[in-house]
């Protein structure tokens, strides 16, 4: 007994390309129906339409030291009048060219006062919209009726640069020195409450491996939102040295000894031993570290001294005093 073909299978043995290629008044069919429907899309598209359009827009040309606070719609709705070819290209465009409003520009010729609020009204700055719109597209109206923009003022102030750096260093290799930025000022332009609130901008961060030379690079700024700076990045300069062991006999000194006392230190001299850079080794010597006792210790009834020195100089990693304390007879 013969199975009933239901109407999927049918429709899938007809529109097979062997069924196609053996049946040839189905195939003519096939071809007809195919011009037939593009006829009748360019027909179709030949003719003009009404439909509707969503175009962005960008406000620009503030008035001076001014920001927008609010939010305003990002697109205008044009209800246009166009071929159907004009209406379809545009409607297969995913993205286009945003309309730009001056308001500045707006507001001088519409005479809108400059204060903390302002209406514009698409339909009084029609010409500006067609204008920037193809030829092709006839605007018939837009939405929203009117736009809100709410102003605030903008403040401005000079702030620090501070670099944001992950520093790895070679095997005795470090820092020998300040870090540099240059400029290691700018100045930043934003809303007042954000620009009170930051009083440092950092370079955005950046890592460095296997350091054994001077780094010196370009850093972009890490720029908060809704504030401009006076530059985008700045030049940062790290100071890099190879550092080694140098041990310093130096002689101990007593402070604010009164006139006319004479003490005497057990040890007299503390040897000093220290961690520099190779650029610094040459010039450091026993006078760069002035090692000194105070009187007042004494006064104070210590029987040990504590050894201290004030000055340390520049690119010095680590410093050890031998004796950390010292014992004294004082003749008078």
Same mark, same amino acid.
């Given at each position: +007994?013969?199975?009933?073909?239901? %109407?999927?299978?049918?429709?899938?043995?007809?529109?097979?390309?062997?069924a196609l290629r053996n049946n040839q008044r189905l195939m003519i069919f096939a071809i007809c129906?195919?011009?037939?429907?593009?006829? %009748?899309?360019?027909?179709?598209?030949?003719?003009?339409?009404?439909?509707?359009?969503?175009?962005?827009?960008?406000?620009?040309?503030? @008035?001076?030291?001014?920001?927008?606070?609010?939010?305003?719609?990002?697109?205008? =709705?044009?209800?246009?009048?166009?071929?159907?070819?004009? =209406?379809? *290209?545009?409607?297969?465009?995913?993205?286009?060219?945003?309309?730009?409003?001056?308001?500045?520009?707006? +507001?001088?010729?519409?005479?809108?006062?400059?204060?903390?609020?302002?209406?514009i009204r698409p339909g009084e700055v029609m010409e500006k919209i067609t204008a920037q719109i193809?030829?092709?597209?006839?605007?018939?109206?837009? $939405? @929203?009726?009117?736009?809100? =923009?709410?102003?605030?003022?903008?403040? &401005?102030?000079?702030?620090?640069?501070?670099?944001?750096?992950?520093?790895?260093?070679?095997? *005795?290799?470090?820092?020998?020195?300040?870090?540099?930025?240059?400029?290691?000022?700018?100045? #930043?332009?934003?809303?007042?409450?954000?620009?009170?609130?930051?009083?440092?901008?950092?370079?955005?961060?950046?890592?460095?491996?296997?350091?054994?030379?001077?780094?010196?690079?370009?850093? @972009?700024?890490?720029?908060?939102?809704?504030? /401009?700076?006076?530059?985008?990045?700045?030049?940062?300069?790290?100071?890099?040295?190879?550092?080694?062991?140098?041990?310093? /006999?130096?002689?101990?000194?007593? $402070?604010?000894?009164?006139?006319?006392? /004479?003490? $005497?230190?057990?040890?007299?001299?503390?040897?000093?031993?220290?961690?520099?850079?190779?650029?610094?080794?040459? &010039?450091?010597?026993?006078?760069?570290?002035?090692?000194?006792?105070? %009187?007042?210790? #004494?006064?104070?009834?210590?029987?040990?001294?504590?050894?201290?020195?004030?000055?340390?100089?520049?690119?010095?990693?680590?410093?050890?005093?031998?004796?950390?304390?010292?014992?004294?007879?004082?003749?008078?």
């Amino acid at each position: +007994m013969e199975t009933k073909k239901s %109407w999927s299978e049918r429709i899938y043995e007809l529109l097979d390309p062997s069924a196609l290629r053996n049946n040839q008044r189905l195939m003519i069919f096939a071809i007809c129906l195919v011009l037939a429907t593009i006829l %009748w899309f360019l027909n179709a598209l030949s003719k003009n339409y009404t439909t509707q359009i969503a175009y962005p827009v960008k406000y620009v040309n503030l @008035p001076k030291n001014k920001f927008i606070i609010n939010e305003p719609p990002s697109d205008l =709705l044009l209800r246009v009048n166009a071929h159907g070819f004009t =209406l379809l *290209r545009y409607k297969l465009h995913l993205t286009f060219y945003p309309v730009l409003l001056n308001i500045s520009e707006i +507001m001088e010729e519409t005479r809108i006062p400059s204060g903390g609020y302002v209406t514009i009204r698409p339909g009084e700055v029609m010409e500006k919209i067609t204008a920037q719109i193809s030829n092709d597209l006839h605007i018939l109206d837009v $939405r @929203p009726a009117s736009l809100h =923009l709410v102003f605030d003022s903008l403040e &401005s102030r000079i702030v620090p640069v501070k670099p944001h750096l992950d520093l790895h260093f070679v095997s *005795r290799f470090d820092i020998a020195g300040n870090i540099v930025t240059i400029p290691p000022y700018i100045e #930043i332009t934003g809303p007042r409450v954000i620009v009170e609130k930051t009083d440092t901008i950092f370079t955005l961060n950046r890592t460095f491996r296997n350091i054994k030379n001077d780094l010196i690079r370009d850093i @972009p700024l890490d720029i908060p939102e809704n504030i /401009t700076t006076s530059v985008e990045k700045v030049n940062v300069r790290v100071p890099v040295d190879e550092y080694t062991e140098k041990s310093l /006999t130096v002689p101990i000194n007593v $402070r604010s000894l009164p006139e006319g006392v /004479t003490i $005497r230190l057990f040890p007299r001299e503390a040897e000093i031993s220290l961690r520099i850079g190779l650029k610094e080794f040459a &010039s450091i010597s026993g006078e760069a570290f002035p090692v000194y006792v105070d %009187w007042k210790d #004494i006064e104070s009834g210590l029987q040990f001294l504590p050894v201290r020195t004030d000055t340390l100089p520049e690119g010095l990693k680590s410093l050890k005093i031998v004796p950390l304390h010292v014992e004294y007879l004082i003749e008078k």
